[in-house]
């Protein structure tokens, strides 16, 4: 038995004796790195640490993780999720899903983890693909992707996981993609969220949906591509010469051009992490216009649903003690006694 | 002179023993009858009596007034000797409006007593009814015995002085109607009075009102006012029936369930979490328990059943007792998550309050045509074992049973109960909780010698179950196949071979610790045997006791383990003549016993969203052994 | 065999044999007959007219509308809609679902409807409970309602239906109430709006969560508790006393007073139905502190599902001809010739 | 010297004709085994050879190069006769790598013949595969011929010239390979050419180099150079199978399926509206007919099984034929629905693809553990219509069967095949489309006289379609209980009860327009008679072939239709003094059969994800009549 404390641990000691079975060259060995590295740092413990997944490649997930872990079925994660923080509000749940998994057959359960706010944390691959059953299009793939299932191209519009988690509710909206440094910091802030945060992770499935997010990922399209959000900080991208500002006509976003540093003059609007309105605005930036927004878009707890159902058991047992015996005997009674009939 | 007296038994075989009495008090939605019923089951029950009673009310939640789809009737059967059933023919209709009378009155024994509110009888409501004539007063009643008068009015002026909108006092009908009946069995009325003082705690003019109705309707039967006539009602004094000593209760199946998943966790010392999704009639259970906390019972009211099976699988990964509870369409959509408990082999029940289908179907009527989806209905083999309850006394037992099930075999639990069961009152002897042997869990804490294995075997070949949280013990499980021993993840074809018997054998093995099939009545061996399971018992046990007092060779025999099933059972079907097995379904329990033992069991089938009648299967047994 | 002609339709000829089986008093009966004034408002004749609802007392719907009708199941109503469509583009679709059916089970259909932006009218009667199996709480349920399964109160935060279609990606979002006389036009614009139009209807349900929105439903409260937008006009309430204006600083939505008619001056938003950034502040706008944003909140079409399918499948048939023997000897093939084998 | 001589028969019996070999090409998920085995395949067919294959592939898309679980295969068993399987054990076997090697040498027949890649059998490779030893020189491979040689070394050497990097240039290997296999078996390497040079039109410099290690694989073969140590390898040439001329191609489960629901749609005049959702190994239906739009076919990638089997539903109400597709989890999520295609009598294909369960299962392995589902896994008593594929050319006729009866009777009909029948290929007679009867389907237009009655009944009991569109015919349909005649909502026993029993007998009527049961091999009567159902025909023709030919009297029964079966077979059944029913799973199909004609039926099963083989029914078939 090798009960191990925080201090001991490394990212080694989160991983497991399985052997890791995804494609060579897939993101989601980047994001399982990033994972065994946060894990140390924000002094999880593995026994106190659950991993819940639905089907898919990302929900192959949990057996890399020296944790507990539970690999569903397609599509129930949050629910089944539900019922372990339910049955243990002491444990740190982790749900990785998919595109597929998270917003096809899952969305409903997704929607309503976000708006109960069980305190987890929601961990969406997105590569645009269905990758476990060979690359049919999934409801994030853009419009006009072939795929087995759309030989001529996928005609429906595309969902965005970050506008649904909002609509849904969410209290945490977090984006960042495989390779990225900055991955771990996302998580870590996710991590610190009381409540369901949600984490739109891009990643590249480098065999049936390859570099669909180059356009932003790689080093050479870094800076026009990604806009690192930071609280308090104004939305600078490009080294700084570019910034987002609002329309005040359009009452939409725009970008502007910064001169000489001076954001301000620019009206480059300086991030705060709970302003739901900018955040709506934010994941609703269309790519190509706009850089991507990434790191931390929406950050603003409320009260948790678990805490809250622990809260209400306690108060409604309150002073109440448990007889089984007085249980049973409940209601209106009476009693026979020999000799009572005639 | 005799004829002359109104007598709700003169129903009954001339010269046979009062011993029993069905009434059924029918009116529209809002006229309270369900109230009324219940609370004359429960004067019923002070006064002794045996009794088992058969609420049915519409699909709508409060269908337009004066509606035919919009009647609501209660019917109770008492008497003095052990009663099983609601009974077959009503002796007394009480009949609110013309709607109730043209959908119950037909059921009425010849020379029935049929009890009318004259006062509803007007041409709106009987053209709601679809009758052209006042059947009051058109003789169309004549093979029955009517008593009508203006309870409406009487109503109004017994509330008259507590100065009640109209409608509100006429609320107060059912209160009437009550105390009459009351009367007319001789009961006492302070236990009603009591609960309607609680009932209207809060608006003591309510209370009053209602009292003052309920003692205007008993006072109507006293003072021989009724019928002008010069008709007279005869009060009847049904005798208690002999029951054993101690204290007693009446119950519902919901609430029998409820309290025995209670009791069920509480003896194997398990928090229980309860994930379910409100459908009829499946929601008491919910209802019930959502009131329970204070015996560590969490209730989640999930987006779906499937959402609801999924938390409850997580909350018993997590260490407590899943529960999840549904009827037919719900239960279908479970289907691919009870195959990931069995696959996970985690301990869950699973609560199915059968109505009458296929899709959507009835949802307020009974039937008992899930058997097939709770034994077969999943993809792969995926063998899960199956338990119903036969009465609502009962289902607290089953309940208990299945949860023993479930943590001692780390395996999902169908436990079938129906509309009927759930919605039916019947006398309950409290049970002695201290003769219930508990059945602690142990988790696992530190891992077996030779290493940690999840997919290790006891003598049982159950699992360890193993909480998160336990240091040194991380595994990770799911819904691919597992590998023996490890659980690692596996696909290969011995291992397959293997865990599927093992899934099997250990699913089967369960019948080591069931009891024996046991004979209701009659004997092993014989000319006949009436094989039942579920709710059908009462009619059936009524239908074979009559039948053996009319001599002949027929045995009852009814399952709570439909599967696996009892070790004997093979061998006891085997020593009769015929089998016929009577299902609310067209035939499904047939199918299982054929398949494993190869007997000739022949159906008797009712799918009409009521429970059998004694008369049916009597005939059906007499036809076997003609 | 009645064909009736457009002209020829009243109110009336949309009514069924059927006896109409909701409580009496029940707000369904209100919501009934606006649509039954609207349909022959805007031309549709009884064959191609299809409703198809889910469970509740809602999905009752379709029994009492002179058309052709489906009463799925629980949550189902979309999906079975999107086939009827597709199979029948020219069939004119509605969808009758409740906050139960729509929202709890069927969310993640609903998601998926206005995602592919199916062209049909979907109408939500919210009445914040399950009435048929009845009384408990649904999602859009506020917190704290007590009900058979939260005998103690529920703890869930509650789903905004109209926010959840704008994070869906719905390109229509109204609204609307049981009794009022601007529903009618409400299910106009919706109608008229090409693709998925989502419609929340406020309704009281008498039984079971008796007058939960008379605040602003009453005719008492209708001043200050409605806020009926129109395209172009200024966002007014309160006979013109307040507006919505735009707070710059917290970049969010606020009530400001309106000096004799000065609006412009108190700074209130005139309503641009193609605004998307503003219908996300309308829908968040929490009541009580704001009035309650009432009529078109969002319009603006894009290509719908089913034309971009019936297109997609012309030009992949265009050119080949359907020839069955032709299709089954396609692949790499070879003949078998008497005396061929030695 | 004989002994010298490298023979792949020499594992086939002494003296036994070379009637057919078994080759088995296995190499990483990477190295295009299922490309080589398609490849050798077409050449076998063209070649006129009877054949039939297994490709057994991993659950993961690309697992990592050189591991056990990344192994992928390929078997094709050919030869002169009339081949029903891929074959038992392999006569010979190609090993790209060590991994390869150890997964499946242990089915290699004694004396079978291996040929190696030796240049993947270094140490890494090795130790991934768990070797401690080189075993192509430990001598660890004795009871098996060996030859083994660099081909990745010959692969880069005959690529050279097209400057190609390593990696790409490695991955001509299995054109090599498949190039020495052409040679092997006297094979014309042409059509091959030709497909290479259209996969690679973009790239013609790939199908260049893929053409030259195709003949360089060839040439090694012929120019003797093999076996530096003197050893030769002997060129076989089996003979053509006899088959009736004709069109001939190769099909798999999954192709036929797609053709035979076009097939069915247009000869029943129908659009065909496909809803599905993509499960291995299901998908490749939706792929199919998705390139099929010109056929008046709509498919819809649903958001999940449900939206897509009700999507399918309500294009059904609208007018098309609704076909759903899916395999075992999907199927289960689908119960509910079906139920209400059951209850509103709409038509509706649905195919499962089967594969290993329970829960997630083994999804890439094949298995028949769903056939309880289909026939009973519903809530309700909800009958519906199911069908079985034996093979792959099979599954076209049933496809077309499925698609009449849906129309013909207004039900829901589930087909069922299986992962092995879906990914297999077999040589298929092109049918004569002209040869199959139309059966077009006829809409009302016009009221019944008398008036509409949308639960009207035909002959057939079945109701009349009417598409939403048709002037004057409105009418409204759900879940909830029918009432004869006029549809609408009833919830009265009498109804419910006439409603139930006519479900049940439209569905068993359908008896009347299937063909009698007849007998695959031997004939009505006799000691044993073995009944399949499903891809278990290939190995149970082929045992009790084998068993007939030893004297043994034994028959085969193959059902097309598992509900309702047809008329004849309880007396068939009955004819035999034993019946043994071999099934991919626990006993599914055996407890229709004891439950419907109460013969005792002895299941046989093998649940291991792989197809019986031939000689474990033969050992069962000589046991029974032991
Ligand atoms: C009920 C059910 N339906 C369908 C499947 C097949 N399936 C497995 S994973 C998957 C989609 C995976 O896509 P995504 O969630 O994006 O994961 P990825 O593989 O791309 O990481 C599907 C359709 C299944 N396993 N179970
Ligand atoms: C699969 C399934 N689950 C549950 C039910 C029970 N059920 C019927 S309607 C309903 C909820 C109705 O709520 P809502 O959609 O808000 O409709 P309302 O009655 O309030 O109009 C539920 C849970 C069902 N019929 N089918
Ligand atoms: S298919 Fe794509 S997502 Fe799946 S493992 Fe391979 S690369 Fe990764
Ligand atoms: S229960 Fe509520 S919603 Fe349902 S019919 Fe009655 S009033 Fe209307
Ligand atoms: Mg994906
Ligand atoms: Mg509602």
């Known amino acids: 038995m090798n009960d191990m404390t ?43 640490t659950v991993f819940v997944s639905g089907i898919g490649c990302s929900s192959r997930f949990p057996y890399y993780v020296e944790s507990y872990g539970f690999h569903t079925i397609h599509g129930r994660a949050p629910a089944v999720a539900t019922g372990v923080k339910l049955a243990n509000p002491d444990l740190d749940v982790w749900i990785v899903t998919g595109d597929g998994d998270g917003l096809s057959i899952g969305g409903n359960h997704t929607m309503h983890i976000l708006r109960r706010n069980l305190d987890c944390q929601i961990l969406l691959f997105n590569n645009e693909i269905y990758g476990l059953t060979k690359g049919q299009y999934s409801p994030t793939s853009r419009e006009g992707t072939k795929s087995p299932s759309t030989p001529f191209g996928s005609v429906d519009h595309p969902a965005k996981p970050a506008a649904f988690a909002l609509g849904s509710g969410a209290r945490f909206v977090g984006r960042g993609f495989d390779v990225s440094k900055n991955l771990p910091d996302v998580l870590k802030a996710a991590h610190a969220h009381k409540g369901a945060a949600f984490v739109e992770i891009f990643q590249n499935c480098i065999v049936y949906n390859k570099d669909v997010f180059a356009d932003f990922t790689e080093k050479k399209n870094a800076d026009e591509g990604q806009l690192w959000l930071e609280q308090g900080k104004p939305m600078l991208f490009a080294k700084g010469a570019k910034g987002i500002a609002l329309d005040i006509e359009k009452l939409t976003l725009k970008v502007v051009m910064v001169e000489n540093g001076d954001w301000q003059a620019a009206g480059v609007i300086v991030h705060d992490v709970t302003n739901r309105s900018v955040a709506h605005m934010l994941v609703e930036m269309p790519f190509g216009a706009f850089p991507m927004a990434l790191g931390v878009l929406y950050d603003d707890p409320v009260p948790t649903f678990e805490s809250a159902v622990v809260q209400q058991n306690a108060l409604a047992a309150k002073g109440k003690t448990p007889d089984l015996q007085k249980l049973v005997s409940q209601g209106q009674t009476w009693t026979v006694k020999a000799g009572a009939e005639g | 002179m005799a004829t002359a007296v109104l007598d709700p038994l003169s129903s009954v075989a001339a010269g046979a023993a009062p011993e029993a009495v069905v009434v059924r008090f029918a009116g529209d939605s809002g006229d309270g009858m369900q109230l009324t019923g219940g609370q004359f089951t429960l004067s019923t029950a002070l006064a002794g009596n045996d009794l088992a009673t058969f609420p049915d009310f519409p699909a709508e939640i409060r269908a337009p007034q004066g509606t035919l789809f919009g009647v609501s009737a209660f019917q109770i059967n008492f008497g003095s000797t052990d009663i099983t059933t609601a009974g077959d023919a009503p002796d007394v209709l009480v009949a609110m409006n013309p709607a109730a009378l043209k959908t119950n009155v ?27 004539a006042n059947p009051l007063e058109d003789g169309s009643l004549a093979k029955w015995q009517l008593l009508s008068f203006d309870i409406s009015k009487l109503t109004l002026e017994s509330v008259k002085e507590f100065g009640l909108g109209n409608k509100e006092a006429l609320r107060c009908k059912n209160m009437w109607t009550l105390g009459l009946a009351l009367w007319m069995f001789d009961r006492d009325r302070d236990p009603i009075i009591d609960w309607l003082k609680t009932k209207f705690a809060k608006a003591p003019v309510l209370a009053d009102a209602n009292i003052a109705a309920l003692n205007a309707g008993h006072a109507y039967g006293e003072t021989a006012e009724i019928g002008g006539a010069g008709l007279g009602l005869r009060q009847l004094n049904i005798a208690a029936a002999p029951a054993p000593d101690g204290l007693y209760r009446t119950v519902t199946g919901a609430e029998s369930i409820s309290l025995g998943l209670v009791a069920g966790t509480q003896l194997a010392s398990l928090p229980m979490f309860f994930g379910g999704y409100p459908i009829t009639p499946a929601s008491a259970i919910l209802h019930h328990l959502s009131r329970l906390k204070e015996y560590d019972v969490t209730t989640f009211q999930a987006e779906d059943e499937i959402a609801a099976i999924a938390s409850a699988i997580g909350a018993s990964y997590a260490g407590s007792l899943g529960v999840t509870s549904s009827s037919g369409p719900g239960i279908a959509l479970k289907g691919e998550a009870i195959g990931l408990a069995i696959m996970t082999e985690l301990p869950l029940v699973i609560v199915n309050s059968q109505r009458g289908g296929p899709s959507t179907g009835l949802p307020t009527k009974t039937e008992q045509s899930d058997l097939y989806q709770a034994v077969y209905g999943r993809n792969g083999d995926a063998p899960m074992p ?4 036969r009465s609502p006394a009962d289902a607290f037992d089953c309940a208990i049973e299945a949860v023993r099930i479930a943590v001692q075999y780390m ?63 991380m595994h990770r499980i799911g819904g691919i196949e597992k590998a023996l021993n490890t659980g690692h993840i596996e696909y290969s074809p011995a291992n397959h071979q293997a865990m599927t018997e093992l899934r099997r054998d250990k699913v089967m093995g369960i019948a080591d610790t069931i009891p024996e099939q046991d004979v209701e009545l009659g004997q092993m061996g014989g000319k006949l045997a009436v094989v039942g399971w579920g709710s059908t018992f009462g009619p059936i046990y009524q239908a074979v006791r009559r039948a053996r007092a009319k001599g002949l060779d027929v045995s009852h025999i009814h399952l709570r383990h439909i599967w696996p099933m009892p070790r004997n059972l093979g061998d006891l079907l085997r020593s009769y003549g015929k089998i016929l097995v009577p299902e609310m379904n067209t035939g499904q329990l047939k199918t299982v016993l054929r398949d494993q033992y190869l007997v000739d069991a022949k159906p008797l089938n009712k799918v009409s969203g009521q429970p059998f009648r004694i008369a049916e299967i009597e005939a059906a047994i007499e036809e076997a052994l003609a």
């Open chain 2, 386 to 389: 199956v338990i119903a309850a």
């Open chain 2, 411 to 473: 395996t999902p639990v169908m436990l079938l109960t129906d509309g009927y069961i759930a919605n039916a009152a019947e006398p309950w002897k409290v049970p002695d909780m201290s003769s219930y042997a508990p059945f602690p869990v142990t988790f696992m804490e530190t891992a077996q010698e030779g290493g940690f294995l999840p997919y290790g075997r006891d003598e049982k070949l159950k699992r360890p179950w193993v909480k998160p949280g336990t240091p040194g013990l």
């Open chain 1, 6 to 48: 925080p201090v001991a641990l490394t990212p080694k000691d989160w991983e497991t004796d399985q052997e890791v079975r995804w494609c060579p060259g897939c993101g989601d060995y980047a994001i399982l790195k990033a994972v065994q590295r946060t894990l140390p740092d924000i002094g999880a413990t593995p026994e106190n």
């Open chain 2, 106 to 132: 037909k059921d009425l024994k010849p020379g029935g007593l049929i009890i009318a509110d004259a006062g509803e009888f007007g041409d709106r409501n009987l053209a709601k009814a679809k009758y052209d």
